[in-house]
């Protein structure tokens, strides 16, 4: 993973502003805008201290009012917004370029990114899977193993191809919705696929957020920020159902309230997995069913190649 270099926070106002390196700030710049003050207050609570970038946001006194923006693929918080806390605000957002708020085309010769989120982990088991109803009793999974074991074989054959893949989480962790999305945001992808299984269905379903499209703005509000990337979601849903048709495997396509996807500023589709059951609802393909997941990954592959042929800016 790409090393994010560090960035500064200035204590203006007795409020963290995060500056990013770029950004030149310097404590004569700072005063230059800094609205008419007491003489007491001129310069000493004026500091500027190394703050890794992950910690990225402005921070206040708490407060009723909480606000929430994406910058450079983070979260950007603000509790309070009053006075010199608003007008550094407005200074941050007229010195960043546009593409720390929205994603900039990649230069030519970029590798293709895809993103791989398989869904829970750690406390969070998710189903119960059955792998093979046909053996009684039948063997079961909880959904967090399946869904890292089936993002494990996508990354691997992604990767033969020679696509650049970046996964949510490799091990058995617990990783909240907001830290998914900063991991897909600040890859940069151009593609990202939320991995689920169910028992319930059949075949692959295919979710995307049900949120209006929207134009890209130049500060994206964090939870809304998948309505300017719907579009492009919708079309790479149609690649993947086309992809998986083509292989056999039924697909059923829908919109739904996805708050785990709404905050990532990419082409996102949610990709759960269930067995394929004949018209008497017996399982034809078992979730344990190797040859299934690996005829379910190769006809993904295919659609993510194709979608990287068509449609290679982010």
């Known amino acids: 993973m790409t090393c994010i270099p560090p960035a500064y926070v200035h204590l203006y106002a007795r409020r963290r502003i995060l500056v990013p390196p770029n950004f030149g700030a310097s404590r004569k710049a700072l005063r230059s805008v800094q609205p008419p003050v007491r003489k007491p207050w001129k310069t000493r609570n004026?500091?500027?201290?190394?703050?890794?970038?992950?910690?990225?946001?402005?921070?206040?006194?708490?407060?009723?009012?909480?606000?929430?923006?994406?910058?450079?693929?983070?979260?950007?918080?603000?509790?309070?917004?009053?006075?010199?806390?608003?007008?550094?605000?407005?200074?941050?957002?007229?010195?960043?370029?546009?593409?720390?708020?929205?994603?900039?085309?990649?230069?030519?010769?970029?590798?293709?990114?895809?993103?791989?989120?398989?869904?829970?982990?750690?406390?969070?088991?998710?189903?119960?899977?059955?792998?093979?109803?046909?053996?009684?009793?039948?063997?079961?999974?909880?959904?967090?193993?399946?869904?890292?074991?089936?993002?494990?074989?996508?990354?691997?054959?992604?990767?033969?191809?020679?696509?650049?893949?970046?996964?949510?989480?490799?091990?058995?962790?617990?990783?909240?919705?907001?830290?998914?999305?900063?991991?897909?945001?600040?890859?940069?992808?151009?593609?990202?696929?939320?991995?689920?299984?169910?028992?319930?269905?059949?075949?692959?379903?295919?979710?995307?957020?049900?949120?209006?499209?929207?134009?890209?703005?130049?500060?994206?509000?964090?939870?809304?920020?998948?309505a300017a990337y719907v579009t492009r979601s919708l079309a790479l849903a149609g690649a993947l159902n086309s992809a998986l048709t083509h292989a056999n495997v039924p697909v059923t396509l829908g919109r739904t309230a996805l708050p785990g996807i709404d905050s990532m500023a990419c082409p996102t589709v949610a990709v759960e997995i269930a067995p394929v059951l004949t018209s008497s609802h017996n399982q034809q393909q078992a979730l344990g069913d190797p040859n299934y997941q690996t005829q379910v990954a190769n006809a993904v592959v295919a659609a993510l190649l194709v979608w990287r042929s068509e449609a290679p800016q982010p």
């Open 46 to 226: 004026l500091e500027t201290v190394p703050h890794p970038i992950s910690q990225s946001l402005i921070a206040a006194p708490p407060s009723s009012l909480r606000l929430s923006w994406m910058v450079q693929g983070r979260q950007l918080v603000v509790n309070h917004l009053k006075g010199r806390a608003l007008g550094a605000l407005a200074l941050l957002s007229l010195a960043l370029p546009l593409s720390a708020f929205a994603q900039a085309p990649p230069a030519p010769g970029a590798h293709f990114t895809v993103v791989l989120d398989p869904a829970h982990g750690g406390d969070e088991a998710g189903a119960t899977l059955p792998l093979n109803p046909a053996q009684s009793p039948s063997p079961t999974q909880p959904e967090k193993q399946f869904t890292l074991a089936f993002t494990q074989r996508l990354r691997a054959i992604l990767q033969a191809r020679g696509v650049v893949v970046v996964t949510t989480r490799d091990s058995d962790a617990a990783v909240d919705a907001d830290h998914r999305a900063e991991a897909a945001n600040r890859a940069r992808p151009h593609a990202c696929l939320s991995l689920h299984a169910s028992a319930v269905g059949s075949g692959i379903h295919l979710y995307i957020s049900s949120l209006a499209p929207a134009t890209a703005e130049r500060m994206m509000p964090w939870k809304t920020a998948q």
